[in-house]
T-cell receptor
Framework: DAMVIQNPRYQVTQFGKPVTLSCSQT?????MYWYQQKSSQAPKLLFH???????NEADTPDNFQSRRPNTSFCFLDIRSPGLGDAAMYLC???????????FGPGTRLTVL | GNSVTQMEGPVTLSEEAFLTINCTYT??????LFWYVQYPGEGLQLLLK?????DKGSNKGFEATYRKETTSFHLEKGSVQVSDSAVYFC????????????FGAGTRLAVHP
């Protein structure tokens, strides 16, 4: 089945230690998104890629970066995680910029 | 700016009860509207959507109708099951721009046998 895959499902890192989260898709969608969802809150968009074009939300901290080396993969890099960055990170894709978004299962990040 | 307001939870129901989760929105233009469901420890799953006024989205016994006059998109189900226990998010995306989803705060539903 075509799907959005996130690895790992659970990630533990130390305060200040860089961490990378991975998302891949078999849907061949043009757009990939990263959301941050803190406990008991709504997901919040961090940034998205339309093909190779990167679009950052205005309030996304500089500590968060992203890479999309090809259509199938997108990475979220947190350069120096703080305790406040502990959250579920959700990847989503859509066929085009106005189409429905499909979400992966998420990666729960713990910062010690 | 655009926003979505959902009724606060938790909503606690007995199995086979009728469910309504209220959702209202504020948006410029004519957004598309969505309900997503999140089961414990999981990501979001699209439950249903509606893209224009008076459209009704439906899936797995859930329904919601896009009401432009009341700017609402209330979620309903006639008979809930224990397996429906989850958090439900109402969301909008504005047409004409890029596809940013604006979510409500989520409503937790707990269904007891």
């Amino acid at each position: 089945d075509a799907m959005v895959i996130q690895n790992p499902r659970y990630q533990v890192t130390q305060f200040g230690k860089p961490v990378t989260l991975s998302c891949s898709q078999t849907l061949n969608h043009n757009v990939m998104y990263w959301y941050q969802q803190k406990s008991s809150q709504a997901p919040k968009l961090l940034f998205h890629y339309y093909d190779k074009d990167f679009n950052n939300e205005a309030d996304t901290p500089d500590n968060f970066q992203s890479r999309r080396p090809n259509t199938s993969f997108c990475f979220l890099d947190i350069r120096s995680p703080g305790l406040g960055d502990a959250a579920m990170y959700l990847c989503a894709t859509s066929r085009d910029i106005v189409d429905t978004q499909y979400f992966g299962p998420g990666t729960r990040l713990t910062v010690l | 700016g655009n926003s979505v307001t959902q009724m606060e939870g938790p909503v606690t129901l007995s199995e086979e009860a009728f469910l309504t989760i209220n959702c209202t929105y504020t948006a410029t233009g004519y957004p598309s509207l969505f309900w997503y469901v999140q089961y414990p420890g999981e990501g979001l799953q699209l439950l249903l959507k509606a893209t224009k006024a008076d459209d009704k989205g439906s899936n797995k016994g859930f329904e919601a109708t896009y009401r432009k006059e009341t700017t609402s998109f209330h979620l309903e189900k006639g008979s809930v099951q224990v397996s429906d226990s989850a958090v439900y998010f109402c969301a909008l995306s504005e047409k004409g721009g890029y596809n940013k989803l604006i979510f409500g705060a989520g409503t937790r539903l707990a269904v007891h046998p």
